[in-house]
């Protein structure tokens, strides 16, 4: 396996802070990996809450139809069936499925709603990951522009943004 060999023109002077500018753009970059793929789950588990909310609420409103058939049908036999010998039992049967698609759609409501709250707080996670995404990136666009210009205010600059994007990051954990 060959030796890798760096190149530098011959006459280039050395340059220290342009060393410590390069191992800071490799930190930045190392932070900016790991914020972004943080970003890509948090969005991944917002769309998979989301999908389970609506899931539960397709569910809810199922319940919900059965429930009014058999209120329709309870209705029916109160005042089409009131002379046979069944409808008493029959209302009964009913208002007792009534009462158990009532306490069925109440729990499945319920669930739908926690869903839709756990969606709500992956899509903040979500929102604090990209814009510390984004700060990230700006710092390390920043930060290498010294390589450039060689003017010490880019990676200031850089330093800045990325400090702010990795606080901004890192409070995307704190999210619960």
């Known amino acids: 396996?060959?030796?890798?060999?760096?190149h530098?023109?011959?006459?280039?002077?050395?340059?220290?802070?342009?060393?410590?500018?390069?191992?800071?753009a490799g930190i930045i970059a190392v932070v900016l990996a790991v914020i972004t793929i943080s970003s890509h789950r948090a969005h991944t588990a917002a769309v998979m809450e989301r999908s389970a909310a609506n899931?539960?609420?397709?569910?809810?409103?199922?319940?919900?139809?059965k429930y009014h058939s058999v209120e329709l049908g309870r209705e029916l036999v109160s005042v089409l069936g009131t002379a046979s010998p069944e409808a008493p039992k029959m209302l009964e049967r009913y208002a007792s499925e009534q009462l158990r698609y009532d306490k069925e759609s109440e729990e499945i409501q319920a669930e739908a709603k926690k869903k839709e709250s756990e969606s709500e707080v992956a899509e903040q996670r979500a929102l604090r990951f990209d814009l510390g995404e984004g700060l990230l990136e700006i710092g390390l666009v920043m930060t290498s522009l010294y390589f450039i210009s060689r003017k010490r205010l880019f990676p200031v600059g850089g330093v800045?943004?990325?400090?702010?994007?990795?606080?901004?990051?890192?409070?995307?954990y704190l999210v619960h």
């Open 8 to 24: 530098r023109e011959e006459g280039e002077p050395h340059d220290p802070f342009g060393q410590r500018v390069g191992v800071l």
């Open 1 to 6: 396996m060959p030796e890798l060999e760096v």
């Open 160 to 172: 800045l943004a990325a400090a702010l994007g990795v606080v901004i990051g890192a409070s995307g």
């Open 55 to 65: 899931d539960q609420w397709s569910f809810y409103q199922a319940k919900r139809m």
